[in-house]
């Protein structure tokens, strides 16, 4: 019966330390505009939040039916706080993916939706 309880304490310990690792990694706290949202106007600007400073490696648009067009120019040094002008966008559904490279030099790849009405 012993071994099961260490094996079983052994695993809860693993697995917390995999969760505080996880979470180490920069993650999306906030978007401008938010992930799903629709809007009656299209934004200037493409901003995200990180929970940390995070350099954007690379930034695409991709309106539904549409190419995939790479946005720029992309900051040069991490920030937590990034914004990037957007072009005119006409109505339709979009996509916006990134990747940013953490502090702890891991790749992070994320994507937002949203709808312009008008």
Do not use: N
């Amino acid at each position: 019966m012993r071994p099961v309880r260490s094996l079983g304490g052994w695993l809860l310990v693993v697995w917390a330390a995999g969760t505080t690792c996880a979470q180490a990694h920069a993650h999306l706290q906030a978007s401008i505009p938010r992930e799903g949202s629709t809007l009656g106007t299209a934004p200037a600007a493409l901003v995200l939040q990180f929970s940390e400073a995070a350099r954007l490696t690379a930034l695409w648009i991709e309106k539904s039916g549409g190419e995939k067009q790479k946005l720029t120019p992309l900051p040069t040094e991490p920030q937590s706080r990034i914004a990037v002008p957007l072009p005119k966008l006409a109505p339709g559904d979009y996509v916006v993916s990134w990747r940013v490279l953490g502090s702890d030099g891991h790749v992070v790849p994320g994507k937002i939706r949203f709808t312009l009405t008008r």
